[in-house]
């Protein structure tokens, strides 16, 4: 009884040492990221969290009115954690044509004003890379005031291949056809071992950073994100996190940060379950606390559920996400909850925990209509 309550002493005591770092603006280190993933006390590092985050963004929420457009599921890479992929046999493999991205955008267009079409994709075995700089091109053509949000670091690399450019070229050619801002999908978890085990065809994480740096470089600015709950340590979410803050230290081109709770349903991960509603809100106020450079912190209600979503806004996260329409990623891996909100819903949900409903565009400038 002793002993325990002076591990609980010296427990609290490191927590205060951290809270200190926080509440004077000084940078946590790895142990400090560490010891709050061990630290058992959710609601001290939820209020350091908010704290910090109010510090940022006062009691503004952050969400866009945008659709999601997945234009093929036909994948060569067939990632253990994914749902999604199909071969390209199955009855329900599909590959959209610009014509159809369009009508698919034109049709919920009017009744939803969107400002942004967020684009991700499979690596297609056949398609030409005339394919996606002519996607770009028609939808910047036929909606020019909409933001194209689209391709994770993976699918550029991959446009790099088919193409024989160099991975600076691709970013160019789409820039030059409309591109806006690239998503921060297909981080994963950084450790290579796990990787190996979840998706060892897909690029390494260096690769992943590097894309993203040469994007930044270019004056294209992106996300980052991080999958959780496929049996990685806390070491290796620490390092993932490392490894992002250093480069937006470098070139500060990350807008936001997403932390992706792994959906376990369809997929050939075996023996893995959801990840638990404490672990969620700590992955998010941890992210909060030691991405000391990045203003704003996702959450994604699509894989939390819209209760503890809205929770997750008194632990850090700024940004509800948007409206999507129709979210199929985590769909296919059996997420429940909405594949989509109506702006009236969102304004509802963020108004109920007292933050002020603030619609931003891709780059996050606020939009006053």
């Not at 620490?238 to 940060?257: M, W």
Request: glycine residues 6%.
């Amino acid at each position: 009884m002793i002993n325990q309550n002076m591990n609980k002493a010296i427990e609290n005591k490191n927590f205060d040492l951290i809270r200190e770092k926080v509440y004077n603006n000084k940078r946590l280190q790895v142990e400090d990221a560490l010891f709050l993933f061990k630290y058992n006390d959710l609601i001290s590092i939820g209020e350091l969290a908010n704290f910090k985050n109010s510090q940022v963004n006062g009691n503004r929420v952050y969400y866009i009115v945008n659709i999601h457009v997945n234009y093929t599921n036909i994948c060569v890479n067939q990632c253990a954690f994914c749902a999604f992929y199909r071969k390209g046999k199955e009855i329900d493999a599909y590959t959209m044509n610009t014509r159809e991205i369009i009508e698919y955008i034109k049709t919920n267009y009017k009744a939803n004003n969107f400002r942004e079409v967020h684009i991700v994709g499979g690596l297609h075995p056949s398609l030409p890379y005339s394919f996606y700089i002519d996607m770009i091109c028609g939808i910047k053509k036929e909606f020019p005031n909409l933001l194209i949000q689209a391709f994770t670091a993976v699918e550029i690399d991959y446009l790099s291949k088919i193409s024989g450019l160099s991975v600076g070229e691709v970013l160019l050619d789409l820039k030059n056809s409309g591109l806006d801002s690239l998503p921060g999908g297909g981080a994963e978890i950084f450790n290579p071992v796990i990787r190996r085990r979840l998706c060892p065809q897909k690029i390494s994480g260096e690769r992943w950073i590097q894309i993203h740096k040469i994007a930044h470089e270019l004056g294209i600015p992106s996300n980052a994100s991080m999958l959780y709950g496929v049996k990685e340590s806390y070491e290796d979410r620490v390092s993932h996190l490392e490894a992002i803050r250093n480069a937006q230290d470098e070139l500060a081109g990350f807008k936001s940060f997403i932390p992706f709770a792994f959906q376990p349903k369809n997929t050939a991960v075996k023996n893995s379950n959801l990840t638990s509603g404490y672990d969620d809100l700590k992955v998010i106020a941890i992210s909060r606390l030691f991405l000391d450079n990045f203003k704003h912190i996702k959450t994604f209600f699509v894989n939390l559920g819209i209760n503890l979503a809205q929770v997750s806004l008194s632990f850090g996260a700024d940004d509800f996400d948007g409206t999507l329409v129709e979210e199929k990623i985590s769909h296919n891996a059996g997420s429940t909850n909405p594949a989509g909100l109506s702006v009236k819903k969102v304004k509802k949900i963020i108004e109920e925990t007292g933050n002020i409903p603030t619609e931003r565009d891709t780059l996050y400038n606020a939009v006053f209509s």
